[in-house]
């Protein structure tokens, strides 16, 4: 039976067993409407601390939007996310107020993720990835967590708190979850849900268009981006924001990567109102 607290003194008191027995404990940080990809997570984390308890938080973290984002427009589910810990054997559920995270409103110290917060997904979200880093870090701090699951959907999100884990000694085991995706290949968001049908039908463009650079990118950097624009031409109402390739770590590759070099792609564009992010992994000029 899933137990639920509101307060840090709620999450505290439940925690504490766990804590006095030196049991690992297993975090899945979220802002609610969950999916499958988010059972996933939790799912991931409970494969990490076996009999420890996994603990899921539900915070629609006001710091990491900016003005004139969807703070209003995004999904609030509790009821509906309940059922979904509950059935993926979750201990735990934090469900806090934005007083009780923020008591004195903004924090005035946050964290300063450097320079990646001001690329591809930063560079047009302003602030977002400071607002991120800073809640994540709190949360860590509340829950104490000895491993936490993020999705690799968000894959610069996912990046950015490994990296604050490893640079600010948080002691955090951060562990990346494989994308899930819906049959035609769409990867899951909680954003989905605001896709008209005609942009449903296309969103899937996207996961086609990094399929094909994989497949391209035997031929080198050049051939995968062309492979995925050709995708990406193909479709109708997709306003791409960027399509690039880089190392794993979010770095620029080498100006001629040797043959069986790893990289990401990573794209995100805009289908009406909706913005949709996606990546995967490929391999510089190996066939896969
Ligand atoms: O990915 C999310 O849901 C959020 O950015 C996170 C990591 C829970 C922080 O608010």
Known sequence: MTEIASTRA???????????????????????????????????????????????????????????EDLDRYPRTLEADLDVCEREGVDFVFAPSVDEVYPGGDPQVTVAPGPLADVLEGATRPGHFAGMLTVVAKLFGLVKPDVAVFGEKDYQQFALIRRMSADLCLGVDVVGAPTQREPDGLALSSRNRFLSPEQRAEAPTLSRALHAAQLAATSGVEAALE???????????????????????????????????EARILVAAKLGNTRLIDNMSLTIGAPR
């Open 10 to 68: 709620d999450l505290a008191k439940l925690l504490d067993p766990a804590r006095r027995d030196g049991a690992a404990i297993g975090f899945v940080p979220t802002m609610g409407a969950l999916h499958d990809g988010h059972a996933s997570l939790m799912r991931v984390a409970r494969a990490h601390v076996a009999d420890g308890p996994v603990v899921v938080s539900i915070f629609v973290n006001p710091l990491q939007f900016g003005a004139g």
């Open 227 to 261: 492979a995925a624009h050709v995708e990406l031409r193909q479709a109708y109402g997709i306003d791409l924001d960027y399509l690039v390739i880089t190392d794993p770590a979010l770095a620029p590759l080498p100006e001629a990567p040797a043959p069986g070099t």
